[in-house]
């Protein structure tokens, strides 16, 4: 099955600088990668994803990059502000052969931003 | 209408109790999703449905059910649970793969249960 490698566990940058949350895949048939965020307590959010293909995706301070050839992918978050603070998980969408299938997640990183 | 719900958000209960998680979407979805979540760990697969049916298990034992009895649905029908099941319990939606295409999963709020 998929392996989702996330890196690192834990990140703290300085308010107003920027964040790069790297991962890798195994299965060479996947071909969504979305990013969750999460709060403590609430539920994992999407903000971001991009599909195989294409290279790079925006949206306004974030931005997400892959790389199939390397199976790779990260997260950029620039101008970080406090609320950016939560725990980021990236996951991949292995293909099944049927109509849907689930996400295989990397184990997050905690991302702290100092004010 | 753009969330999924879950209900109950807390739930405690003994091993040898019977009880449902309920989910719910108005998304017009047609897949339908169920994870477990631990403390300080990513959400772990559990089911898949699609169109009403069952189409991923992950091997999850027996004292989880699940049931979709219709599109907007999702059951997780919960019975003889451990205390290791204790989890939160997280459900999702989407459109349905087409000619290759994945679609956004959106998760609900979640179910936290405790098993005593």
């Known amino acids: 099955g998929e392996n989702v490698e996330q890196h690192p566990s834990t990140l703290s940058v300085q308010e107003g600088d920027s964040a790069v949350i790297k991962c890798t895949y195994s299965d060479s048939a996947s071909n969504y990668f979305p990013w969750y965020k999460q709060e403590l307590g609430k539920r994992p959010q999407l903000i971001i994803d991009i599909r195989s293909n294409v290279g790079e995706k925006k949206d306004q301070r974030i931005a997400v990059t892959l790389n199939k050839t390397a199976k790779h992918f990260s997260l950029h978050i620039t101008e970080t502000q406090p609320e950016d603070s939560a725990v980021y998980f990236c996951?991949?969408?292995?293909?099944?052969?049927?109509?849907?299938?689930?996400?295989?997640f990397g184990k997050g990183t905690h991302l702290i931003i100092q004010p | 209408d753009t969330e999924v719900t879950q209900t109950p958000k807390h739930l405690v209960m003994g091993m040898t109790n019977k009880k449902s998680l309920k989910c719910e979407q108005h998304m017009g979805h047609r897949a339908m999703y169920w994870y477990k979540q631990k403390a300080k760990k990513p959400p772990e697969l559990m089911f898949v449905?699609?169109?009403?049916?069952?189409?991923i298990n992950e091997s999850v034992p027996s004292r989880f059910s699940p049931e979709c009895p219709n599109s907007s649905l999702l059951n997780l029908h919960l019975h003889a649970l451990q205390p290791e099941d204790s989890a939160l319990y997280l459900c999702?939606?989407?459109?349905?793969?087409?000619?290759?295409?994945?679609?956004?999963?959106?998760f609900g709020p979640g179910t936290r249960l405790t098993v005593t």
């Open positions: 996951a991949a969408t292995p293909f099944s052969g049927g109509g849907a299938d689930g996400l295989t």
């Open positions: 449905y699609s169109y009403e049916k069952l189409s």
């Open positions: 999702a939606s989407s459109q349905d793969r087409n000619l290759g295409m994945v679609y956004e999963q959106y």
